[in-house]
């Protein structure tokens, strides 16, 4: 079947997720970084909105477990329908400034299959932040998602360091327990996907990654796009899973949205009626 892969930006979303839109046959899988989930003057309800519109998020810079608790409620309340959340099981950073990773999903849709846990460096700070990773059933297929958020540091050297290192990250978790996975590296990547230092990265299973250098995610104090440094990394194996088409979530205006985070969603959606395994 021909593969159909296309830019899509969403200019309006409906009170009910992108999932329950279209085919029941299809799920939205996302990302977002939060800007300091669980810390004071956060907007928790315009976050769950944001959240609601997809089947499966991951998040970056979760601050507390209280503040994803808080966010999953605000999004049972707006979909009516019951979700879950996975909390890393302890912060990463350096020094005391230190971030949880967390995924949440619709529950009628998405199950929780095992939480991999954090990548196991090779070297002592390989990683600020290590990628943590889980698996999830999708309807019928299961999958492997990893959650990323590469350090910003001083300087771009060490940005490309980090994002080298994601050529082991994949290996991980595509072989863990020897086992094949279905792999999606997700994220904050503080690089646009086109860079250099994830040649190492997509010379493996024919890796790309979904999102263009002109698809910029991140915003400045003034509500301007900056960046393109949120993306998804998949494999040929995720493309056999059918991905439809992928987009950034523009969801309220951009002034506004600094309210709620300095990044936009990024997301694509998967036709995930049936596993081809």
């Known amino acids: 079947m021909k593969k159909i892969l296309v830019s899509l930006i969403l200019l309006f979303i409906t009170s009910f997720s992108i999932g329950d839109t279209a085919l029941s046959s299809y799920s939205s899988i996302g990302s977002l970084n939060t800007l300091h989930l669980g810390w004071a003057g956060k907007d928790n ?5 944001v959240i609601s519109s997809f089947d499966l998020i991951s998040l970056q810079e979760v601050m507390t477990e209280h503040g994803i608790k808080q966010v999953e409620k605000e999004v049972e309340k707006i979909t009516g329908k019951d979700w879950g959340y996975l909390l890393s099981p302890y912060s990463v950073g350096e020094g005391t400034y230190k971030e949880y990773y967390g995924f949440m999903w619709k529950k009628e849709k ?22 943590f990773g889980a ?3 999708i309807d019928n297929i299961d999958i492997t998602l990893v959650t ?3 350090v910003y540091g001083d300087s771009i050297k060490e940005r490309r360091s980090e994002a080298d290192k994601l050529y082991d990250v994949y290996n991980y978790f595509q072989n863990i327990n020897n086992e094949e996975q279905d792999v999606i590296i997700l994220g904050d990547f503080n690089l646009k996907g086109t860079d250099k230092s994830f040649f190492r ?14 698809m910029k995610t991140t915003l400045n104090k003034e509500g301007k ?4 440094y949120d ?3 998949v494999s040929k194996y995720t493309t056999e899973k059918e ?32 596993d081809d395994d």
């Open 148 to 150: 990323c958020h590469l």
């Open 231 to 233: 993306n998804i990394f």
């Open 225 to 228: 796009l900056v960046s393109a």
């Open 135 to 137: 698996t999830f059933k």
């Open 45 to 49: 309800s315009k976050l769950a909105k």
């Open 110 to 131: 998405v199950k929780l299959l095992k939480d991999l846990g954090f990548y196991p460096e090779k070297n002592k700070n390989d990683f600020i932040r290590e990628p």
């Open 201 to 214: 990265l997509k010379s493996i299973d024919q890796i790309r990654n979904i999102f263009y250098d002109h």
């Open 243 to 274: 991905i439809e088409t992928n987009f950034v979530l523009y969801q309220h205006p951009l002034h506004e949205y600094r309210k709620i985070s300095d990044h936009l969603p990024v997301g694509i959606i998967m036709n995930t009626s049936s």
